[in-house]
């Protein structure tokens, strides 16, 4: 945690991650929530490499490293290795907070109704669930198109978990992954989701893939509206990168006006498709405000294909036959 960042922000998550790098338990104290990072949707199940190149001087010294040093993120914390260590980890991390600060698990959209069940049984406050859309975490093209469940099922499946358990409404659920849109929010809320977190639509926001200094789009081998290489530390627009000089590319006052913007049209967006539906408090969205377009999205959202009534989604559970299409046409 920057000094500047606590005193700029009303409200600060702080990550716990495996790799602990810079981690500080005085920081901890400071934050407004604290979420234990176990997975996220860009590459569920995996780790990381931090290039030497990103480790400057400044960040080495924030995250406690090697100056240039290449380092391992690792997939798993090191100080816990299943739900059971991770319930005392939980209450050694609400003791040094004098149980003031929420809690939350972050995990990448996989098997999602038992890791839900699971950050529950350890004793989270809050499901922060990560769906396939999210982008990048300096991922292989591999992990990021072929892997986790995309975020609208997942919220599905994750709300269907709650409400097994009886803890919905009790149990937190933030979903991040692809949101980008006040209609994207809406849905989300709909589907049962308390709140949303957003990533690459600030980044995008603040200049991420622009077509400007195009020349170093093509050096760096990519395109503009094509470009994920921010783990190169070279990003064309000043974002991602420690290089002095590229980060002069980044106006800052320009920047937070973007994304100023990009935050209050979401927010009316969202304001404007609840009063469509008639409700007072954009939290009143429920599923009975969708309709799905395609089977595919009917049987994954559990809303009704339009022209119907039916939830083919609690049909096809009903039948035993969820995932099994083929069986239901042939009875
Ligand atoms: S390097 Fe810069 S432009 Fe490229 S994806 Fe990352 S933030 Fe966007």
């Given amino acids: ?98 149980g003031k600060i929420p809690i939350y698990i972050k995990i990448g959209a996989s098997r999602v109704a038992d890791d839900v069940k699971l950050a529950c049984k350890a004793g989270a406050d809050v499901i922060v669930l990560d769906g396939m859309e999210a982008s990048t975490a300096a991922s292989p093209d591999m992990l990021m198109e072929h892997t986790a469940v995309p975020t609208m099922p997942a919220l599905v499946e994750a709300v269907e978990a709650l409400r097994e358990l009886g803890l919905l409404g009790e149990v937190g659920l933030i979903v991040s992954g692809g949101i980008r849109s006040g209609m994207d929010v809406a849905k989300a809320l709909a589907l049962g989701a308390d709140a949303v977190s957003i990533g690459t639509a600030a980044l995008i926001a603040l200049n991420c893939n622009k077509p400007i200094f195009v020349e ?54 969202l304001q404007m498709i609840a009063r469509a539906c008639g409700k007072s408090d954009v939290h009143d969205l429920e599923p009975e405000d969708l309709r799905a377009l395609t089977i595919e999205a009917a049987i994954m959202s559990g809303c009704p294909l339009v022209g119907t009534t039916t939830n083919m989604r609690t049909l096809l559970h009903n039948l035993g036959q969820l995932g099994d299409l083929g069986t239901l046409a042939g009875k």
């Fill in 216 to 269: 170093d789009y093509h050096q760096l081998g990519t395109e503009p509206y094509a470009c994920r290489l921010c783990h190169t530390g070279r990003c064309p627009v000043g974002i991602t990168t420690q290089d002095p000089q590229l980060m002069k590319r980044l106006e800052i006052e320009p920047a937070t006006e973007r994304v100023t913007n990009l935050l209050n049209t979401m927010t009316m967006e």
């Fill in 1 to 98: 945690m920057l000094e500047a960042e606590r005193e700029a922000s009303r409200l600060l998550v702080y990550q716990v991650l495996p790799s602990h790098y810079g981690f500080n338990v005085h920081h901890l104290r400071r934050a407004d929530a604290i979420e234990i990072c176990i997975g996220q949707g860009a590459k569920p199940g995996t780790g990381g490499l931090l290039l030497g190149e990103k480790v400057s001087g400044e960040i080495a010294a924030i995250r406690e490293l090697p100056a240039g040093v290449d380092q391992r993120s690792p997939v798993r914390h090191p100080d816990w290795v299943g739900p059971d260590d991770l319930m005392i980890k939980i209450e050694e991390l609400r003791e040094a907070t004098d």
